[in-house]
């Protein structure tokens, strides 16, 4: 299968970074095609300007907002993003990824007024972040980046499409044996993808 991985953390030793490294370890050890897009390296032009919303619904010149990642996330089968939690939501430059990317006509159509999704070809999804806070505290702000992968990306992919989500609470005060163990969870869920 062909993977799209995003990740989205400018630090080359972060933790993020760590688990980006066991995510594609794994996927490519069970065989896969991994595409690797890291963001940050790639220096994805994450801001809306002006002229990029004007042309938002203007199918299919909308590619050229991000034309070379539209082509990348159409030749996937799969799709993982790995990024932090920063002020309870996904990095600016995640968010401009999905602005940018997830744009009408490749994402989703508009028919009637209602999305209908259009990443039908992709056959699994999945996300990897980390939180300052606790689950709790994620829990009582909504949990958006969660809440990014079990609704609004299921609203373009179906009803059918395995969706993983895996957050790691608490990196204010984990420990070696946390993170090792997170570590661990995620090379578990990819290494069986």
Same mark, same amino acid.
């Given at each position: 299968?062909?993977?799209?991985?995003?990740?989205?953390?400018?630090?080359?030793?972060?933790?993020?970074?760590?688990?980006?490294?066991?995510?594609?370890?794994?996927?490519?050890?069970?065989?896969?095609?991994?595409?690797?897009?890291?963001?940050?390296?790639?220096?994805?032009?994450?801001?809306?300007?002006?002229?990029?919303?004007?042309?938002?619904?203007?199918?299919?010149?909308?590619?050229?907002?991000?034309?070379?990642?539209?082509?990348?996330?159409?030749?996937?089968?799969?799709?993982?993003?790995?990024?932090?939690?920063?002020?309870?939501?996904?990095?600016?430059?995640?968010?401009?990824?999905?602005?940018?990317?997830?744009?009408?006509?490749? &994402? +989703?159509?508009?028919? %009637?007024?209602?999305?209908?999704?259009?990443? !039908?070809? *992709? /056959?699994?999804?999945? =996300?990897?972040?980390?939180?300052?806070?606790?689950?709790?505290? &994620? +829990?009582?702000?909504? %949990?958006?980046?969660?809440?990014?992968?079990? !609704?609004? *990306? /299921?609203?373009?992919? =179906?009803?059918?499409?395995?969706?993983?989500?895996?957050?790691?609470?608490?990196?204010?005060?984990?420990?070696?044996?946390?993170?090792?163990?997170?570590?661990? /969870?995620?090379?578990?869920?990819?290494?069986?993808?």
């Amino acid at each position: 299968m062909r993977v799209m991985v995003v990740f989205a953390h400018p630090v080359e030793t972060s933790f993020n970074a760590a688990i980006h490294k066991v995510v594609v370890e794994a996927l490519r050890g069970r065989g896969h095609e991994v595409d690797d897009c890291d963001l940050y390296a790639e220096s994805f032009p994450a801001i809306m300007s002006r002229a990029d919303r004007l042309l938002y619904h203007d199918i299919p010149a909308n590619r050229a907002l991000a034309k070379p990642w539209i082509e990348r996330l159409e030749k996937a089968q799969a799709l993982v993003m790995v990024f932090p939690t920063w002020v309870f939501a996904p990095p600016a430059i995640l968010k401009g990824f999905l602005e940018k990317v997830f744009v009408p006509g490749v &994402a +989703f159509e508009l028919v %009637d007024g209602k999305v209908r999704g259009a990443l !039908r070809h *992709l /056959r699994k999804v999945g =996300g990897v972040s980390t939180y300052g806070g606790t689950r709790w505290r &994620a +829990f009582l702000a909504g %949990d958006p980046p969660r809440k990014l992968f079990s !609704r609004s *990306l /299921r609203a373009y992919v =179906g009803p059918g499409v395995p969706i993983s989500y895996l957050g790691c609470y608490d990196m204010n005060r984990n420990g070696k044996p946390e993170v090792e163990a997170f570590l661990d /969870r995620v090379r578990a869920v990819y290494a069986s993808w």
